[in-house]
C-alpha cells in the first residue's frame, strides 16, 4: 500500500527539491577581476607561458609529477633542446612553489653562465624562501665550486642561516665537493 500523498508532500514536490536540485551558476567574470588558481580561464594558462623557452611548458609538466622518483632526470632533459633555459625561466617565473624549487633542482645538470646567474639570484637575493635557496643549493651540484669563488661564497652565507633546509642542502653540496 502506497503512503497517501498529503500537503506536505505536494509542498515539497514544488517548492522544496526544485529549489534544493537547481545548479548554482557562478558568475560570469569580469574584465577586471583576475582568475583564480583554482578556477583560471584558458587565456590565462596561456599566457602564463608568454616568453618562456618553447619546452617550458612540457618541462613544467614533467616536474610537476607527483613523487619524486617519476621526476625528469639527465636523459629525460636532455631531449629538449631549451631545456637549461627553460629550467631557468621555470625557477624564476614558475606559478607554484612545488615548480620553482624542482626546476632550480634540475639545474644541477648544467653547467652553463645561465644556470650560474639564476642559482646566485636566488641564493644572494633577500626576498627568496628557504625552500628556493635550499634548491638552489641543490642546483649548484654541476658547478665546481673551488674555481667559482662568488658561488662558494653565496653558498656559505647561505649556510649561516638557521632553517634546517638550507642546513642539511649546504651539507649535501659540500659533501659532494670535496674529494
Not at 65 to 89: C, F, I, M, N, V
Request: proline share 7%; charged share 25%; net charge positive.
Amino acid at each position: 500500500m502506497k503512503p497517501p500523498i498529503t500537503r506536505w508532500t505536494r509542498f515539497f514536490i514544488a517548492a522544496v527539491l526544485p529549489a534544493a536540485c537547481a545548479q548554482a551558476v557562478p558568475p560570469e567574470p569580469t574584465e577586471q577581476s583576475e582568475p583564480t588558481t583554482a578556477n583560471e580561464t584558458k587565456e590565462s594558462s596561456s599566457d602564463r607561458y608568454a616568453g618562456a623557452p618553447k619546452s617550458a611548458r612540457s618541462i613544467a609538466q614533467l616536474l610537476m609529477a607527483r613523487h619524486k622518483q617519476d621526476l625528469p632526470g639527465k636523459e629525460t632533459l636532455a631531449h629538449y633542446d631549451d631545456a637549461e633555459a627553460s629550467l631557468a625561466w621555470l625557477a624564476d617565473h614558475g606559478g607554484r612553489m612545488v615548480l620553482r624549487v624542482r626546476a632550480l633542482a634540475s639545474l644541477r645538470f648544467y653547467t652553463g653562465d645561465t644556470t650560474r646567474q639564476v642559482l646566485l639570484h636566488v641564493l644572494t637575493s633577500p626576498d627568496s624562501h628557504a625552500a628556493l635557496r635550499a634548491a638552489a643549493i641543490t642546483g649548484s651540484g654541476g658547478l665546481d665550486l673551488d674555481r667559482d669563488a662568488e658561488l662558494r661564497a653565496a653558498v656559505e652565507q647561505a649556510a649561516r642561516q638557521d632553517d634546517p633546509r638550507i642546513a642539511r642542502a649546504v651539507e649535501r653540496r659540500m659533501q659532494r665537493n670535496t674529494p
